[in-house]
Protein backbone atom coordinates (compact mmCIF):
# COMPACT_ATOMS: atom_id res chain seq x y z
CA UNK A 1 0.00 0.00 0.00
CA UNK A 2 1.62 3.11 -0.79
CA UNK A 3 1.14 6.18 1.07
CA UNK A 4 0.17 9.83 -0.93
CA UNK A 5 2.60 12.43 -0.04
CA UNK A 6 -0.27 15.13 -0.65
CA UNK A 7 -2.30 13.47 2.54
CA UNK A 8 1.15 13.52 4.36
CA UNK A 9 2.28 16.85 4.41
CA UNK A 10 -0.04 18.88 6.14
CA UNK A 11 0.47 17.07 8.89
CA UNK A 12 4.20 17.14 9.30
CA UNK A 13 3.67 21.21 9.11
CA UNK A 14 1.71 20.78 12.38
CA UNK A 15 4.28 18.82 14.25
CA UNK A 16 6.95 21.62 12.87
CA UNK A 17 4.69 24.04 14.27
CA UNK A 18 4.07 22.42 17.56
CA UNK A 19 7.85 22.32 18.21
CA UNK A 20 8.38 25.76 17.56
CA UNK A 21 6.36 26.97 19.69
CA UNK A 22 7.36 24.81 23.32
CA UNK A 23 10.61 25.72 22.37
CA UNK A 24 10.07 29.31 22.41
CA UNK A 25 7.89 28.85 25.35
CA UNK A 26 10.54 27.03 27.28
CA UNK A 27 12.89 30.14 26.76
CA UNK A 28 10.61 32.55 27.66
CA UNK A 29 10.19 30.57 30.96
CA UNK A 30 13.69 30.21 31.69
CA UNK A 31 14.19 33.71 31.04
CA UNK A 32 11.85 35.17 33.35
CA UNK A 33 12.97 32.61 36.07
CA UNK A 34 16.53 34.05 35.01
CA UNK A 35 15.27 37.91 36.03
CA UNK A 36 13.73 36.80 38.88
CA UNK A 37 17.12 34.99 40.47
CA UNK A 38 19.09 37.72 39.75
CA UNK A 39 17.53 40.61 40.75
CA UNK A 40 19.24 43.50 41.61
CA UNK A 41 19.58 44.33 45.65
CA UNK A 42 18.12 47.72 47.14
CA UNK A 43 19.98 50.96 46.84
CA UNK A 44 21.62 51.28 50.69
CA UNK A 45 20.75 54.22 52.85
CA UNK A 46 22.90 57.15 52.58
CA UNK A 47 24.87 57.60 56.06
CA UNK A 48 24.45 60.93 56.36
CA UNK A 49 20.89 61.37 56.43
CA UNK A 50 19.09 57.75 57.28
CA UNK A 51 16.05 59.20 57.66
CA UNK A 52 15.78 60.49 54.04
CA UNK A 53 14.09 56.54 53.49
CA UNK A 54 11.04 57.80 55.20
CA UNK A 55 8.25 59.17 54.02
CA UNK A 56 7.77 62.29 54.54
CA UNK A 57 4.30 61.75 56.33
CA UNK A 58 6.51 60.18 59.19
CA UNK A 59 9.48 61.59 59.16
CA UNK A 60 7.92 64.49 61.85
CA UNK A 61 6.98 62.15 64.08
CA UNK A 62 9.60 59.78 64.39
CA UNK A 63 11.48 62.52 64.78
CA UNK A 64 9.22 64.63 67.50
CA UNK A 65 9.31 61.06 69.83
CA UNK A 66 12.94 60.75 69.62
CA UNK A 67 13.51 64.42 70.50
CA UNK A 68 11.25 64.27 73.38
CA UNK A 69 11.81 61.25 74.60
CA UNK A 70 14.07 60.77 78.30
CA UNK A 71 16.91 58.47 78.05
CA UNK A 72 17.81 57.42 81.72
CA UNK A 73 19.68 54.42 82.68
CA UNK A 74 18.16 51.41 83.41
CA UNK A 75 18.31 50.57 86.94
CA UNK A 76 19.01 46.93 88.40
CA UNK A 77 16.11 45.70 90.39
CA UNK A 78 16.52 42.26 92.21
CA UNK A 79 13.70 39.91 91.95
CA UNK A 80 12.19 38.91 94.98
CA UNK A 81 11.94 35.59 95.48
CA UNK A 82 9.36 34.06 98.04
CA UNK A 83 9.94 30.55 99.29
CA UNK A 84 7.83 27.48 98.29
CA UNK A 85 4.32 26.99 100.55
CA UNK A 86 4.62 24.40 103.79
CA UNK A 87 4.07 21.39 101.68
CA UNK A 88 0.68 19.51 103.49
CA UNK A 89 2.29 16.04 103.40
CA UNK A 90 3.62 16.32 106.87
CA UNK A 91 0.96 17.26 108.66
CA UNK A 92 -1.72 15.64 106.07
CA UNK A 93 -0.68 12.93 104.45
CA UNK A 94 -4.21 11.46 103.25
CA UNK A 95 -6.38 14.95 102.32
CA UNK A 96 -9.09 13.11 99.94
CA UNK A 97 -9.55 10.92 103.18
CA UNK A 98 -9.42 13.23 105.46
CA UNK A 99 -11.90 15.07 103.69
CA UNK A 100 -14.16 12.28 103.30
CA UNK A 101 -14.63 11.62 106.73
CA UNK A 102 -15.08 15.36 108.09
CA UNK A 103 -17.89 15.22 105.32
CA UNK A 104 -19.35 12.13 106.74
CA UNK A 105 -19.20 12.97 110.03
CA UNK A 106 -21.45 16.30 109.06
CA UNK A 107 -24.16 14.13 106.86
CA UNK A 108 -24.11 11.14 109.24
CA UNK A 109 -23.10 12.22 112.55
CA UNK A 110 -25.12 9.07 114.43
CA UNK A 111 -23.95 6.27 111.59
CA UNK A 112 -26.88 4.68 110.84
CA UNK A 113 -26.76 4.92 107.18
CA UNK A 114 -22.88 4.09 106.82
CA UNK A 115 -24.01 0.86 108.83
CA UNK A 116 -27.01 0.32 106.58
CA UNK A 117 -25.05 0.08 103.33
CA UNK A 118 -21.74 -1.30 105.45
CA UNK A 119 -20.50 -4.85 104.05
CA UNK A 120 -19.48 -5.55 107.82
CA UNK A 121 -23.38 -4.76 109.44
CA UNK A 122 -25.08 -7.80 109.56
CA UNK A 123 -29.10 -6.10 109.24
CA UNK A 124 -27.56 -4.43 106.12
CA UNK A 125 -29.49 -3.87 102.91
CA UNK A 126 -28.07 -6.34 100.37
CA UNK A 127 -29.08 -6.20 96.84
CA UNK A 128 -32.75 -7.63 95.46
CA UNK A 129 -34.32 -6.04 98.47
CA UNK A 130 -37.41 -3.55 98.00
CA UNK A 131 -36.07 -0.63 100.06
CA UNK A 132 -38.38 2.92 100.72
CA UNK A 133 -37.32 6.36 100.74
CA UNK A 134 -38.29 9.27 102.34
CA UNK A 135 -37.32 13.21 101.55
CA UNK A 136 -38.08 16.55 102.85
CA UNK A 137 -39.76 17.40 100.00
CA UNK A 138 -41.97 15.76 97.50
CA UNK A 139 -43.53 11.85 97.63
CA UNK A 140 -41.66 8.61 98.99
CA UNK A 141 -40.03 6.66 96.24
CA UNK A 142 -39.60 2.74 96.85
CA UNK A 143 -38.13 -0.16 94.60
CA UNK A 144 -35.80 -3.28 94.19
CA UNK A 145 -32.39 -2.17 94.64
CA UNK A 146 -29.99 -2.39 92.05
CA UNK A 147 -26.91 -1.33 92.38
CA UNK A 148 -25.17 1.04 94.90
CA UNK A 149 -21.86 3.06 94.06
CA UNK A 150 -19.15 3.89 96.64
CA UNK A 151 -17.42 7.41 96.08
CA UNK A 152 -17.38 8.55 100.16
CA UNK A 153 -20.04 11.08 100.59
CA UNK A 154 -21.25 10.74 96.87
CA UNK A 155 -22.49 6.99 97.83
CA UNK A 156 -25.41 6.39 96.17
CA UNK A 157 -28.26 3.38 95.47
CA UNK A 158 -30.13 2.78 92.19
CA UNK A 159 -33.85 1.81 92.97
CA UNK A 160 -36.09 -0.08 90.33
CA UNK A 161 -40.08 0.48 90.64
CA UNK A 162 -42.94 0.24 87.81
CA UNK A 163 -44.76 3.74 88.08
CA UNK A 164 -48.20 4.03 85.47
CA UNK A 165 -46.51 0.84 83.33
CA UNK A 166 -43.69 2.05 83.04
CA UNK A 167 -40.24 0.54 84.51
CA UNK A 168 -38.97 3.71 86.19
CA UNK A 169 -35.54 4.01 87.95
CA UNK A 170 -33.93 6.65 90.59
CA UNK A 171 -30.04 6.89 91.92
CA UNK A 172 -30.56 8.11 95.23
CA UNK A 173 -27.65 9.61 97.20
CA UNK A 174 -27.97 8.19 100.90
CA UNK A 175 -26.45 11.62 102.43
CA UNK A 176 -28.28 13.88 100.93
CA UNK A 177 -29.81 16.04 103.43
CA UNK A 178 -32.88 16.14 101.68
CA UNK A 179 -33.28 12.29 102.46
CA UNK A 180 -35.74 12.11 105.93
CA UNK A 181 -34.94 7.79 106.13
CA UNK A 182 -34.05 5.14 104.43
CA UNK A 183 -36.74 1.90 105.37
CA UNK A 184 -36.11 -2.02 104.37
CA UNK A 185 -39.49 -2.81 103.23
CA UNK A 186 -39.25 -6.45 102.41
CA UNK A 187 -36.25 -8.76 102.58
CA UNK A 188 -34.63 -10.72 98.85
CA UNK A 189 -35.36 -14.63 99.20
CA UNK A 190 -31.86 -15.06 98.58
CA UNK A 191 -28.52 -13.66 98.30
CA UNK A 192 -27.62 -11.99 94.83
CA UNK A 193 -24.65 -13.40 93.13
CA UNK A 194 -24.06 -10.46 91.27
CA UNK A 195 -23.09 -6.94 92.10
CA UNK A 196 -25.25 -5.06 89.54
CA UNK A 197 -28.55 -6.67 88.83
CA UNK A 198 -29.56 -5.16 85.41
CA UNK A 199 -30.92 -8.03 84.23
CA UNK A 200 -34.13 -7.34 86.48
CA UNK A 201 -34.63 -4.61 83.42
CA UNK A 202 -35.82 -7.55 80.85
CA UNK A 203 -39.50 -7.94 80.65
CA UNK A 204 -38.85 -12.06 82.56
CA UNK A 205 -37.15 -10.61 85.66
CA UNK A 206 -39.03 -7.63 85.91
CA UNK A 207 -41.11 -7.86 89.14
CA UNK A 208 -43.09 -4.76 88.12
CA UNK A 209 -45.28 -3.00 90.55
CA UNK A 210 -44.58 -3.06 94.36
CA UNK A 211 -47.48 -1.23 95.72
CA UNK A 212 -48.49 -4.31 97.06
CA UNK A 213 -45.76 -5.18 98.71
CA UNK A 214 -45.66 -1.54 100.19
CA UNK A 215 -49.16 -1.38 101.73
CA UNK A 216 -48.54 -5.00 103.58
CA UNK A 217 -45.25 -3.19 105.32
CA UNK A 218 -47.16 -0.16 106.02
CA UNK A 219 -50.57 -2.19 107.73
CA UNK A 220 -48.21 -3.69 109.45
CA UNK A 221 -45.98 -1.48 111.15
CA UNK A 222 -49.38 0.79 111.83
CA UNK A 223 -50.65 -2.22 113.97
CA UNK A 224 -47.01 -2.77 115.19
CA UNK A 225 -47.14 0.90 116.11
CA UNK A 226 -50.29 0.73 118.30
CA UNK A 227 -49.38 -1.76 119.99
CA UNK A 228 -46.46 -0.17 121.08
CA UNK A 229 -48.77 2.83 122.03
CA UNK A 230 -50.60 1.19 123.89
CA UNK A 231 -47.74 -0.57 125.86
CA UNK A 232 -46.65 2.22 126.37
CA UNK A 233 -49.85 3.80 127.38
CA UNK A 234 -49.77 1.09 130.18
CA UNK A 235 -46.44 1.52 131.52
CA UNK A 236 -47.12 5.26 132.24
CA UNK A 237 -50.32 4.76 133.90
CA UNK A 238 -48.10 1.82 135.86
CA UNK A 239 -45.78 4.21 136.88
CA UNK A 240 -48.09 7.02 137.70
CA UNK A 241 -49.89 4.41 140.21
CA UNK A 242 -46.76 3.70 141.80
CA UNK A 243 -45.88 7.21 142.04
CA UNK A 244 -49.32 8.03 144.06
CA UNK A 245 -48.54 4.93 146.02
CA UNK A 246 -45.14 6.01 147.21
CA UNK A 247 -46.58 9.56 147.88
CA UNK A 248 -49.41 8.60 150.13
CA UNK A 249 -46.90 6.04 151.93
CA UNK A 250 -44.71 9.07 153.28
CA UNK A 251 -47.71 10.82 154.30
CA UNK A 252 -48.13 8.15 156.39
CA UNK A 253 -44.90 8.21 157.79
CA UNK A 254 -44.58 11.20 158.59
CA UNK A 255 -44.70 12.12 162.87
CA UNK A 256 -47.69 14.72 162.51
CA UNK A 257 -49.53 13.12 160.13
CA UNK A 258 -50.13 10.04 162.06
CA UNK A 259 -53.93 9.46 163.31
CA UNK A 260 -54.61 8.14 166.70
CA UNK A 261 -55.77 4.85 166.45
CA UNK A 262 -59.19 4.11 167.84
CA UNK A 263 -59.30 3.18 171.99
CA UNK A 264 -55.96 4.56 173.01
CA UNK A 265 -55.46 7.59 175.70
CA UNK A 266 -55.19 11.22 174.73
CA UNK A 267 -52.26 12.80 175.53
CA UNK A 268 -52.45 14.43 179.19
CA UNK A 269 -54.96 11.99 180.63
Known sequence: MTLN????????????????????????RFASAGQLRYRAPPPEPSRKNPWAQVPPRRTFNIVFYISKAKLQPLAKHRIKITPPPPSIRATCPEPLKTFNTSQLSLLDPSGTRTRLFSSD????ACLGDVLLVRFKNGDPFFGIYMA?????????ILLRNTVMR??????????NPTVVGIEIVQRAER????????????????????????NMYLKT?????????????????????????????????????????????????
Open 121 to 124: YPDR
Open 221 to 269: RRTLGARKKDNKEKIETQKAAAKAKTLVEDLETKPGNQQAKPGANAPGQ
Open 148 to 156: RRRQGPDTA
Open 5 to 28: TSSVRPLACLKSISRTTRVTNTQH
Open 166 to 175: TGTEMWVKIY
Open 191 to 214: RARRSRLYYLRKPEHDRGDLSGVL
